[in-house]
């Protein structure tokens, strides 16, 4: 569970983790935005799990560093459409033209375009588009 720029909210339960059954598993894949489970704490890949309530908990964060090579491969597939996009029609286009790359904006011209992280770390926001145009 993924909110920019916020801590991920707590979508299970003390309680409901203590009615799991003895020996179950659970991974916090939120655990880098605080995690979604109220259970979690952050662990490492060298000490990566705990038992709380009978259940094992898996919080590492930083997931994809265990498999650097693979998770690089992955992200680089991710990303490289839109870097070729952005190198070919140039930052004003591609902003102007791709709702995702407006929604991607986080800072330009030393102000912060995102309304969630502005608030997080009290900042002032900018509406983006006010700056691109």
Excluded: W
Aim: proline share 6%; hydrophobic share 40%.
């Amino acid at each position: 569970m993924l909110i920019p720029g916020s801590s991920a909210p707590k979508l299970v339960s003390d309680e409901l983790v203590s009615q799991m059954k003895k020996g179950a598993a659970i991974v916090d894949v939120a655990i880098d935005q605080g995690g979604c489970i109220e259970t979690s704490k952050p662990t490492t890949h060298a000490d990566p799990v705990y038992i709380k309530h009978d259940v094992v908990h898996y919080c590492v964060t930083n997931m994809p560093g265990c498999v650097p090579r693979t998770s690089t491969i992955s992200l680089n597939q991710a990303t490289l459409p839109f870097v070729k996009k952005l190198a070919r029609e140039g930052l004003k286009k591609a902003l102007s033209d791709d709702r995702n790359f407006m929604n991607g904006l986080n800072v330009i011209k030393n102000k912060c375009t995102q309304a969630d992280v502005a608030r997080d770390l009290n900042i002032t926001f900018t509406n983006p588009e006010d700056l691109v145009a």
